[in-house]
């Protein structure tokens, strides 16, 4: 079973920065996308930034210029360099690994890390 490590979240003042790491345990099988999603409290989970195993990016309007997201195939692992953090910023921040294996049929799958809390406050 795949397992997913975060780290690196923590407290930070505005304008600050903080580097979340995310490392897999266990083999990840086929083409697969690995991102960030963050969830604050009384609100639904969103898309932060996602990167392909190719290589292409798509990040949230919010964060569009700030954060930078990254990806070591090798280590699979997937970073997250979060610079002129906000207030808004401050949520629990969760890896996240998609993808298809292609067997006798197409097999999908979704995998989660347990959450690291980002805050940012004065």
């Known amino acids: 079973q795949v397992q997913l490590m975060e780290s690196g979240g923590g407290l930070v003042q505005p304008g600050g920065s903080l580097r979340l790491s995310c490392a897999a345990s266990?083999?990840?099988?086929?083409?697969?996308?690995m991102g960030w999603y963050r969830q604050a409290p009384g609100k639904q989970r969103e898309l932060v930034a996602t990167?392909?195993?190719?290589?292409?990016?798509v990040y949230a309007d919010s964060v569009e210029g700030r954060f930078t997201i990254s990806r070591d195939n090798a280590k699979n692992a997937v970073d997250l360099q979060m610079n002129s953090l906000k207030p808004e910023d401050t949520a629990v921040y969760y890896c996240?690994?998609?993808?298809?294996?292609?067997?006798?049929?197409?097999?999908?799958?979704?995998?989660w890390g347990q959450g690291t809390q980002v805050t940012v406050s004065p």
């Open positions: 996240n690994v998609q993808g298809t294996r292609q067997m006798f049929f197409t097999y999908e799958y979704d995998y």
């Open positions: 266990g083999r990840i099988f086929g083409t697969y996308s």
């Open positions: 990167i392909t195993s190719g290589g292409s990016t």
